[in-house]
């Protein structure tokens, strides 16, 4: 995979680290090697068996930042072969940009948004429709301003 100069900046977040308060604030950056796979490594990552329409799927999450208000969230996640009727709204307003792999997105007017490796995407707080996917990598960026994120 090779990301171009606009992935790049993408990738490369000014955002507030999660440091101690003797630190200084820096950037988090998300390195091209590391989303090659190797990101998963990280002690942080949580792995969960979940359940979709599709039956049972493994997800990783490798959350590289959370502000002190709970309300912007950053990482890397991967998940398997899945499927959710989204029939209440999607509570969060979320960026993604995948790395491998792609889901397709029938909003309930039933327009339909491809995504693949390489695209970016942003779904609204208020979205509904159905996500299905045979699996991914993305970086995210969630905001939840209406309350914390879990």
Same mark, same amino acid.
């Given at each position: 995979?090779?990301?171009?100069?606009?992935?790049?900046?993408?990738?490369?977040?000014?955002?507030?680290? #999660?440091?101690? *308060?003797?630190?200084?604030? #820096?950037?988090? #950056?998300?390195?091209?090697?590391?989303? *090659?796979? *190797?990101?998963?490594?990280?002690?942080?990552? +949580? +792995?969960?068996?979940?359940?979709?329409?599709?039956?049972?799927?493994?997800?990783?999450?490798?959350?590289?930042?959370?502000?002190?208000?709970?309300?912007?969230?950053?990482?890397?996640?991967?998940?398997?072969?899945?499927?959710?009727?989204?029939?209440? &709204?999607?509570?969060?307003?979320?960026?993604?940009?995948?790395?491998?792999?792609? +889901?397709?997105?029938?909003?309930?007017?039933?327009?339909?948004?491809?995504?693949?490796?390489?695209?970016?995407?942003?779904? &609204?707080?208020?979205?509904?429709? +159905?996500?299905?996917?045979?699996?991914?990598?993305?970086?995210?960026?969630?905001?939840? &301003?209406?309350?914390?994120?879990?």
């Amino acid at each position: 995979m090779r990301l171009t100069s606009l992935h790049c900046a993408l990738v490369v977040c000014v955002l507030a680290s #999660r440091a101690g *308060a003797d630190e200084a604030p #820096r950037p988090i #950056r998300l390195e091209h090697s590391a989303l *090659a796979g *190797a990101i998963f490594d990280d002690s942080r990552t +949580v +792995v969960k068996e979940e359940q979709s329409e599709r039956g049972a799927f493994t997800t990783r999450d490798m959350e590289a930042f959370l502000s002190s208000d709970r309300k912007l969230d950053m990482g890397v996640y991967e998940a398997g072969p899945n499927r959710y009727t989204i029939s209440e &709204p999607y509570g969060v307003d979320e960026f993604m940009y995948f790395l491998k792999g792609g +889901v397709t997105l029938t909003s309930e007017d039933g327009s339909v948004t491809e995504v693949r490796a390489g695209d970016a995407v942003m779904i &609204p707080h208020d979205w509904k429709g +159905v996500w299905d996917t045979d699996g991914y990598t993305k970086i995210y960026v969630i905001y939840s &301003p209406a309350k914390p994120i879990d």
